[in-house]
């Protein structure tokens, strides 16, 4: 079976620009989540980041993705609209699979496909996060215990301004008071989305291994299938042999 | 009780240039729609055009609509793109009610709400159509007949590209072999969402009194409520009094 | 309008053999909760209880009742078959609602409905539970503020062995580090059915008139509607004109 | 990678009182149906039937099961309560899969994990069906056309009383004017289950190879994952180190 094409898309400009994220992602995050993703015998990942010619993501790239990881933060409106009308698209019409993360619930290509604000509560103090299981039965929790535990995080509250998740696998309890879906399943055309919240760029997140299992067990479930193809538009001959409509006074 | 207010968007070009759909709706299908509307106790019904100023979608009507019903068909494109935004608000952030009719399901406003292209089979030979209810509970199918037969309607085929509907009210027969997903419930923010197939404008589709009665109910489903105020963005202050975090290392 | 039919049951056995409790529900959880529905103008709410004869539930009550509450906990299996079976038919064929508050999630009548164990966590130290709005557009929701905040419960956590609910309108937090589905929204046939997770015995949850005014919406939103009468069973003659079948070698 | 062990339960009473079903299915449904699974490299399938003592599902076959088909038609009454129970806890408990086949809707089993009375239309004339595809990024739509056609089926037409599908794969067309929910998919606890409509006994449905193709998916998606070992009932500790509660006056 030939492996699972990945790209790893970062903005990556947190650990250019601050010491001390780069002291925790010294390649970025996008290295980070692609090192751990090579490791899987399935799974072929490669990165791209904002900086790059076309963000990284010619059509070269994007056609030969399986699933893209978008990760970003304080650059969201520097993605060009047009590169977002790609992944769109190869996501919607070809069924590539989308893995947001963390502060990408503000991207644009998220907020297109939810056709919500994708608004949400944060509060930076590092405190503990819990992710509570609530689809055991799905396979994005294959092999995992009943909870994942932080010990420190950025907090994201309700309410989460997001379409009703199809699949709701996580809810995150906080120590401070709060909760949060932190793992939403959708499907948009041919394409599947997960939403995972964890992964503040100013916390070692991406090296939990429980964090990262979630991420590997996404890619397999938001991998593309060989979907029917669909035919849209005029259909001019009726399919059935048909006589009602003949008798109408319309046509 | 007040009254809901409830404004009729109709692109308006098809009664005008053409005039066999002229004489089916004299008043235009928004003047047809509005009319039976005016007749329900609880509905006080406006109009809104194309080719009128901002579209008829003043910043004074649209503030003051519960429920926007929209229909439009070859001029999508005409629609500008700061009027879809401001609908797209008054939905998701305020909560007014949204019912898309027919070719509607290609206006700038469904797609952004959606996620999704939102295309679809079609055939113009005026076949039968029966739209059975699927979701006999919902309060959309109040008062209704097990199904509903339109003797002559343009068809509207599956792969239907939406979203999977968080309820699905209607499922149509055609005559010809094809089915199609003709009733869907969505919630986008504070906003509802319904998207009703029939209603093809060279056919009297909407002098049909239970389809008078579907757009009824969906403007009473779809009527806001007085939905909890969100806060979202920055919550410096612990809710809880907690300790857990100090011990962290990064804050 | 007249006026929707309410029958609140309760197990009533904590209130007569605990003095503690039956200080707080002097005339039993049911007496308090049918008290603040009898001051609601468009309710009216009796009561019903396991030793009565048939458990109160007789068919002149069910038959009159448009929608039932279910408290239950120690003697779940005291309630007699014959009398689930006879709920499950009035919400199922003929549409009555059903509101399943705490410890009814091991009732029978809603393990049946559910098709699932019902199972969950729980811990009786009365810690801080915070009730998280995560449908704002749900008429369950309408009134409230983000959240309802309760000083002491009893503690349910996930995993909460239930079908996914059509529509989550509340997620508990709790002190301890749990989160738990606690508004829950389900369709069975032609009725509706809200479980709501609050209201532990030793505590006065149902004088908290948040939690009073969820109630009150779950009952608005849960009472029958005039649903499309349905048929079953054999359609002897083909409701199309169809000569397709007729080519074939099998009948 | 072990193969998916699948055991195909038949009642097995049409084909031996009947010889014109038997001339279709010489070796039962369950043969015809066990012999293409065999056909599969991952699969290994074997039978069970109604006269069998336990009706072929002993503890053994059971416990070795990852995904059971289930085809009944008129003696679902002779299936015993306690089968019933076994296997309803080898889906919920443990994660077996389950797949009920066309006339199956009426089992004990199925009405059970449904929560509903799984009533239909139907009628009996040989007509055409075709299912369309309303999932096409479904892993069990994977590599159909955009609809299935069979000649020849028994009709089934809604509403059919069971909860909104998780999942909606197809969606039947039959020539005589209705349609069906043919293709659903459930979570119950840890088991997945998907309801297939064709298959009648007096046609020879399971022959066909997109039926048989849309089978063999089901038996992939629903095969039992690794899923989280979840605990219930009493959690004495606190997860946490909460002081809150304390304060409380009701401990």
């Known amino acids: ?32 989540i692609a090192d751990f993703l090579n490791k899987e015998d399935g799974i072929e990942a490669g990165t791209a980041t904002l900086d790059e010619p076309q963000h990284g993501l010619t059509d070269d790239v994007l056609n030969s993705t399986d699933v893209l990881l978008w990760w970003g933060h304080i650059a969201h409106h520097e993605v060009s609209d047009d590169i977002v009308e790609k992944v769109f698209n190869r996501v919607v019409i070809d069924g590539m699979g989308l893995i947001v993360l963390h502060s990408g619930h503000y991207s644009k290509i998220f907020q297109k496909l939810m056709g919500t604000t994708c608004s949400l509560k944060w509060r930076e103090i590092g405190e503990k996060e819990r992710l509570w299981i609530v689809a055991p039965a799905h396979p994005i929790a294959e092999g995992l215990n009943e909870y994942i535990e932080l010990p420190h995080e950025e907090m994201y509250g309700e309410y989460f301004d997001i379409p009703a998740p199809e699949s709701l696998v996580f809810v995150s309890w906080f120590a401070g008071g709060e909760v949060f879906r932190s793992g939403c399943c959708y499907t948009r055309g041919m394409g599947k989305i997960f939403y995972f919240r964890p992964g503040h760029e100013s916390l070692p997140t991406y090296y939990n291994t429980d964090i990262q299992k979630v991420i590997v067990n996404a890619i397999k479930w938001a991998a593309p299938k060989k979907h029917p193809k669909i035919t849209y538009d005029h259909v001019p001959v009726p399919l059935e042999n048909i006589s009602e409509w003949k008798s109408g006074n319309n046509e």
């Open 1 to 32: 079976m030939s492996k699972l094409k990945v790209t790893v898309w970062n903005e990556f400009r947190h650990e250019i620009y601050d010491e001390s994220i780069r002291k925790i992602y010294p390649n970025g995050i996008h290295g980070a």
